[in-house]
């Protein structure tokens, strides 16, 4: 399972040029490549930016970040009031331990 699996060797042969033994021989005719067409790329479609679309953009941008905003506001003011009235329990607890 964690043992590395490695690809297995290319079988192609490799290829040796022939030296020539005299000096008048000519090397061998090496093929021409076959020519290769290429592919038209895939149509991709075009996106149109209109203006209802940037409305809509445009309010969908504003309604998430009054959500957000009011959210972070109910949570703000949450935690004032929780820390006024750990404040005034305090100072009551405070008052009636020193009254015995």
């Known amino acids: 399972?964690?043992?590395?699996?490695?690809?297995?060797?290319?079988?192609?042969?490799?290829v040796v040029p022939l030296q020539p033994t005299d000096a008048t021989a000519t090397p061998p005719a090496v093929p021409a490549p076959a020519t290769v067409t290429p592919t038209p790329a895939p149509s991709r479609a075009t996106v149109q930016v209109t203006p209802a679309a940037v409305a809509t953009g445009t309010a969908a941008v504003l309604v998430v970040g009054t959500v957000l905003v009011s959210t972070l506001l109910a949570v703000a003011v949450t935690a004032a009031s929780v820390a006024l009235v750990a404040v005034v329990l305090r100072l009551l607890l405070k008052d009636l331990n020193h009254k015995r």
């Open 1 to 14: 399972m964690f043992t590395p699996k490695y690809p297995l060797p290319d079988t192609a042969t490799q």
